[in-house]
């Protein structure tokens, strides 16, 4: 999440015994014998490094175990049965002194894959929240319109009719003076009489 760093245990586990003991068998049974003692080997220090390093949060939920040989390497993963094992009930997998950085470069890429996608998500919830208000504000601009066209009626309204009363009571008063003028003057005009 960015406040802490989240570890990736890796343990290297080298059972030199054993490994010597199947390099050097003779026979089929000798042979057998020290891959099953090998197996067993590879299953405990499975087992140690994931009840000593696999600690969620702090840590990933799997571990690697170094095979610092090949060889070794190969062997372990030729058994399939084990290399499932492995990762399957103890979350451990093992890696080779070849595939650690390839392994590590993908898992790079696949945690960079993923804050990628944390943000992406990030942008299309500000989106999201973008949309929400660009509605809100599209409703408030509608009756905001309305208003103004109902004010522009309003104005024409009072424009037009109300123009046109307000002139005729004018008219009107414009024909009391004419006719309150020509009065006086009749008025004047007997009085000179």
């Given at each position: 999440?960015?406040?802490?760093?989240?570890?990736?245990?890796?343990?290297?586990?080298?059972?030199?015994?054993?490994?010597?003991?199947?390099?050097?068998a003779?026979?089929?049974?000798?042979?057998d014998?020290?891959?099953?003692?090998?197996?067993?080997k590879?299953?405990?220090?499975?087992?140690?490094?994931?009840?000593?390093?696999?600690a969620?949060?702090?840590?990933?939920?799997?571990?690697?175990?170094?095979?610092?040989?090949?060889g070794?390497?190969a062997e372990?993963?030729?058994n399939?049965?084990?290399?499932?094992?492995?990762?399957?009930?103890?979350?451990?997998?093992?890696v080779?002194?070849?595939?650690?950085s390839?392994?590590?470069a993908s898992?790079?890429?696949?945690?960079?894959?993923?804050?990628?996608?944390?943000?992406?998500?990030?942008?299309?919830?500000?989106?999201?929240?973008?949309?929400?208000?660009?509605?809100?504000f599209?409703?408030?601009l509608?009756?905001?319109?309305?208003?103004i066209?109902?004010?522009?009626?309003?104005?024409?309204?009072?424009v037009?009719?109300?123009?046109?009363?307000?002139?005729?009571?004018?008219?009107?008063?414009?024909?009391?003076?004419?006719?309150?003028?020509?009065?006086?003057?009749?008025?004047?005009?007997t009085?000179?009489?």
């Amino acid at each position: 999440n960015g406040d802490e760093p989240l570890l990736l245990p890796i343990d290297s586990k080298f059972p030199i015994e054993d490994y010597n003991r199947l390099l050097d068998a003779g026979d089929k049974q000798e042979i057998d014998d020290a891959r099953r003692s090998l197996t067993t080997k590879i299953r405990s220090f499975a087992k140690e490094i994931h009840d000593k390093y696999i600690a969620p949060p702090k840590t990933t939920d799997f571990a690697l175990m170094f095979l610092p040989t090949e060889g070794l390497y190969a062997e372990v993963v030729q058994n399939a049965a084990l290399f499932e094992e492995l990762r399957d009930k103890y979350k451990i997998t093992a890696v080779g002194a070849t595939t650690l950085s390839a392994f590590l470069a993908s898992l790079q890429m696949g945690f960079k894959t993923l804050a990628i996608e944390q943000r992406s998500q990030e942008v299309w919830d500000t989106l999201r929240a973008v949309k929400s208000e660009f509605i809100k504000f599209g409703g408030m601009l509608e009756k905001a319109q309305k208003q103004i066209q109902t004010a522009d009626k309003t104005l024409s309204d009072i424009v037009g009719r109300r123009t046109r009363a307000i002139n005729r009571t004018l008219r009107g008063v414009e024909e009391l003076t004419e006719e309150g003028e020509s009065f006086l003057t009749s008025l004047e005009d007997t009085a000179d009489e």
